[in-house]
Nanobody, 123 residues
């Protein structure tokens, strides 16, 4: 089992930044690829970005590239999502997840999930 706890969400103005953290406990953190997903009301869960144990990463939609950055600290069992130039359409619950299936961008291939943290972008 891997337990994941997200933190760092909140209310931010358009154009602002937030950094989300996801602390993992349980099995060896470095054995898993880590991903961030988000889900807005009435929409499907969307892949945001994922990172392999080595630091290799993949990003989801083109609208996220250059604004969202993922990193991980294997010594601290923590993965981070730095979000810059935030827009109202980034408003969603953000989830981190752990996968033993390579570095997928599909939610169904992730084994463990956090409870989510709300990010609201509004003036």
């Amino acid at each position: 089992q891997v337990q994941l706890v997200e933190s760092g969400g909140g209310l931010v103005q358009p154009g602002g930044s937030l950094r989300l953290s996801c602390a993992a406990s349980g099995r060896t953190f470095s054995n898993y690829a880590m991903g961030w997903f988000r889900q807005a009301p009435g929409k499907e869960r969307e892949f945001v970005v994922g990172i392999f144990w080595s630091g290799v990463f993949i990003t989801g939609a083109d609208s996220l590239k250059g604004r969202f950055t993922i990193s991980r600290d294997n010594a601290k069992n923590t993965v981070y999502l730095q979000m810059n130039s935030l827009k109202p359409e980034d408003t969603a619950v953000y989830y981190c997840a752990a996968s033993s299936n390579g570095l997928p961008n599909e939610a169904r291939l992730y084994d463990y999930w956090g409870q989510g943290t709300q990010v609201t972008v509004s003036s």
